[in-house]
């Protein structure tokens, strides 16, 4: 089993930035792929940006050139970093973590969805 702890949300004016961090412990060995997803009210969780444990990222088209996803492999973390924030992203934002990209598709997450850290985007 794998806890995940999301922690740098907070309320930010359109075209500012946030850093979000997750923090990995427990059954990690078996983590090669993590991912931040949001959920707006009254829309479906998706996800945001993932990333391997080579590096390898991967974004939603809303996001591309504006949220870039980091991991430290060592510390077990993985981080969301988030510039020219738009209204659009006001959501809840999780993360958790997967065995593989094709585990995530088939929704096999190995942590909680957790209360997550809310985002608002308003002026």
């Known amino acids: 089993q794998v806890q995940l702890v999301e922690s740098g949300g907070g309320l930010v004016q359109p075209g500012g930035s946030l850093r979000l961090s997750c923090a990995a412990s427990?059954?990690?060995?078996?983590?090669?792929?993590m991912g931040w997803f949001r959920q707006a009210p009254g829309k479906e969780r998706e996800l945001v940006a993932g990333i391997t444990s080579a590096g390898i990222t991967k974004y939603a088209d809303s996001v591309k050139g504006r949220f870039t996803i980091s991991r430290d492999n060592a510390k077990n973390t993985v981080s969301l970093q988030m510039n020219n924030l738009k209204p659009e992203d006001t959501a809840v934002y999780y993360c958790?973590?997967?065995?593989?990209?094709?585990?995530?598709?088939?929704?096999?997450?190995?942590?909680?969805w957790g209360q997550g850290t809310q985002v608002t985007v308003s002026s």
């Open positions: 958790n973590a997967f065995g593989s990209y094709l585990d995530l598709m088939r929704g096999r997450n190995f942590g909680s």
């Open positions: 427990g059954s990690i060995f078996s983590i090669n792929y």
